[in-house]
């Protein structure tokens, strides 16, 4: 056995470097894994989400927060309303096609009149555009149309956030693992 001759405090010195050196691979680890998980399901969001105009879609956002613990978020102009299209998304929307709207849930009033029950139907309102963009035609009484059978009927759930945390979440190991196996080699 030979014995290397060391003072305590060089050793104490070295030791913290490779403290230190094991905290900022861990940390940047953490950070990439996160990039990667936030652009992921974003990009898995987009895929899934349905299109009618392109609002939905274009209103996917995605935002990383470094600080401990790390978080990451993909929202759908939760924070702050974005245009798209030309036209707001609001957080309504998104939750409405994900999971869906029962029947009768809609209620307004326009002009004196009543509408419980029956989404807008009016020039002017989503549902007006909707039928407008297809080309059906005469715009105004196909959307009225749509809006009663809506009323009776609701709106089936799209689950299009469900289906990409699902396919993300069976994705998430082998990001993770790659990411880990790059930057935690020693």
């Not at 990009?43 to 401990?68: C, D, F, N, Q, T």
């Not at 759930?157 to 396919?167: E, G, R």
Request: charged fraction near 25%.
């Amino acid at each position: 056995m030979i014995k290397i001759p060391a003072k305590l405090e060089n050793i104490n010195r070295i030791l913290e470097q490779i403290k230190t050196d094991i905290k900022n691979r861990i940390l940047t680890a953490g950070q990439r894994t996160t990039e990667q998980t936030t652009q992921l399901s974003w990009e898995l969001m987009k895929e899934h989400a349905p299109v009618a105009s392109g609002s939905l879609r274009g209103s996917i956002g995605k935002r990383v927060i470094y600080g401990y613990p790390i978080m990451f978020g993909v929202s759908m102009t939760g924070l702050s309303p974005r245009r798209t299209s030309g036209r707001e998304v609001s957080t309504g929307y998104a939750q409405a096609v994900e999971y869906g709207v029962p029947a009768g849930a809609y209620g307004y009033e326009q002009h004196g009149r009543n509408y419980s029950g029956v989404p807008p139907w009016g020039e002017g309102s989503r549902l007006y555009e909707w039928v407008r963009l297809r080309g059906l035609s005469p715009a105004l009484a196909v959307s009225a149309k749509i809006a009663r059978k809506i009323g009776r009927r609701g709106i089936t759930a799209k689950h299009f956030i469900k289906k990409s945390h699902s396919v993300l979440v069976g994705r998430l190991p082998d990001v993770v693992r790659r990411i880990f196996d790059k930057h935690l080699h020693f």
